[in-house]
């Protein structure tokens, strides 16, 4: 079965809104990439779950606030546990793109088409890293947008 993945540009809208106002409470530096979560997740299929890319990165690197110097690696990928540095990126657009992809293609078109499946492989031996993430994709997804006013 094929995923439902086209959504009104009022719901994109309000995707990147709650993400924005998500990402600014925490002064995130990742809160000028709040559309290219949303493109990217939509791009390879996400669907309801638009928000699990930045949400690793909240249980990787604090939404991007913790990562080795200057390599835009907000997710750990490409670093071994235990080890400070691995693959680094020229942007946060290029880590949000490559992880993206690599969790579509890696892990979700491989079978692993949960968080559990996915911790196992993505933050072994971790017991906490998927139930990590799911708070935060439910804290990003619950951030209410109020429409704004006009007078």
Request: glycine share 10%.
């Amino acid at each position: 079965a094929q995923l439902n993945t086209s959504r009104s540009e009022q719901e994109e809208d309000a995707r990147v809104k709650k993400l924005e106002k998500y990402l600014t409470s925490l002064n995130s530096p990742l809160v000028d990439n709040a559309e290219d979560f949303v493109k990217y997740a939509d791009i390879y299929g996400y669907g309801d779950n638009w928000s699990m890319v930045a949400a690793i990165a909240g249980v990787e690197s604090t939404f991007g606030k913790r990562i080795p110097k200057n390599s835009y690696n907000a997710w750990g990928w490409g670093i071994p546990t235990g080890k400070q540095s691995g693959i680094g990126f020229e942007t946060w657009e290029e880590g949000i793109a490559t992880v993206s992809k690599g969790l579509k293609e890696n892990y979700m078109d491989r079978g692993a088409t949960n968080l559990a499946s996915i911790g196992r492989i993505y933050a072994p031996p971790s017991h906490t890293w998927a139930g990590n993430v799911q708070y935060f994709m439910n804290e990003i997804e619950q951030t209410s947008v109020e429409p704004e006013l006009s007078l």
